[in-house]
């Protein structure tokens, strides 16, 4: 990542990846994501996310999937899921 003009915060990724800013953190810290931390503020190479939005779509929602988890099976049944809070 050499210029600003390369990367994206964090509520740009999630927007462009219809995922939500912690989702994007969780795959920053886990290397899903080519990203740079600096203090708290994670700068995300736009690169990663055109190789991900490039995918097909079966893919991305593998993606997705792989990272939500529900508090119990009653609120992940009920549509109450909350991603990678749990």
Not at 42 to 51: G, N, P
């Given at each position: 990542m050499?210029?600003?003009?390369?990367?994206v915060?964090?509520?740009?990724?999630?927007?462009?990846?219809?995922?939500?800013?912690?989702?994007?953190r969780?795959f920053?810290?886990?290397?899903?994501?080519?990203?740079?931390q600096?203090?708290?503020?994670?700068?995300?190479?736009?690169?990663?996310?055109?190789?991900?939005?490039?995918?097909?779509?079966?893919?991305?929602?593998?993606?997705?999937?792989?990272?939500?988890?529900?508090?119990?099976?009653?609120?992940?049944?009920?549509?109450?899921?909350?991603?990678?809070?749990?």
């Amino acid at each position: 990542m050499s210029t600003l003009s390369n990367v994206v915060t964090v509520s740009d990724a999630a927007k462009m990846l219809s995922l939500s800013p912690q989702q994007i953190r969780n795959f920053c810290k886990n290397g899903k994501l080519a990203a740079y931390q600096s203090g708290k503020t994670w700068l995300i190479d736009k690169k990663s996310i055109f190789d991900i939005l490039s995918m097909n779509n079966d893919r991305v929602g593998m993606l997705k999937n792989n990272e939500l988890r529900a508090l119990s099976f009653f609120s992940g049944a009920m549509g109450l899921d909350l991603g990678g809070l749990c």
